[in-house]
């Protein structure tokens, strides 16, 4: 069984307009939902092999709350240059390489890839994917590379509002 968490990061700030975008931090409610949602997820007694993160700064920083909350060293975290601005076609090829050794990932990203992923895999349409909603997507395949929009479906979504 294949299981991956489709994690958009934690709401940014757009205080420093000086900033790249890649660079932008979490805000006050990005520092509040983020450990929110790891502690929620942490509940699910999930295991993640791997955590996978934009390098974005939000998205790692949402990634290290994360990783707090399952015990995960930060240093683990692995930074996929592919994941900012990518389309969700391009998330889903990337999802194809995974090791096949890895069972369970949590996969930090943006929208509107996460979105458009996460509607890859439903029936019912998502309009937004929120800052820090979680969408969870599994499959009875034991290779990453038969990981598809056949073989896999969402099975659960959670979203920051829905916790309070």
């Known amino acids: 069984m294949k299981t991956i968490y489709f994690i958009r990061h934690a709401k940014s700030d757009w205080e420093h307009l000086d900033l790249a975008d890649i660079d932008r931090p979490l805000n006050d409610r990005g520092f509040r939902d983020a450990p ?3 502690a929620f997820l942490k509940e699910k007694k999930i295991t993640p092999s791997a955590i996978v993160s934009s390098p974005a700064n939000r998205a790692h920083m949402t990634a290290n709350f994360f990783a707090d909350a399952f015990g995960i060293d930060r240093e683990k975290i692995i930074i996929q240059s592919k994941i900012y601005l990518a389309s969700s076609i391009t998330l889903l090829e990337l999802i194809l390489t995974f090791p096949d050794t890895w069972e369970t990932i ?3 990203g943006h929208n509107p890839s996460m979105t458009e992923l996460a509607n ?3 029936k019912e349409r998502i309009d937004n994917v929120p800052t820090c909603g979680i ?5 009875r395949v034991k290779k ?3 990981f598809s929009q056949t073989t896999a479906s969402r099975r659960a ?3 920051p509002k829905n916790l309070s």
Not at 135 to 139: L, Q, T
């Open 36 to 38: 929110r949602m790891a």
């Open 106 to 108: 949590l996969l930090f």
């Open 120 to 122: 890859l895999f439903g």
């Open 135 to 139: 969408v969870c997507v599994e499959s």
């Open 144 to 146: 990453w590379k038969d």
């Open 157 to 159: 979504v959670y979203f």
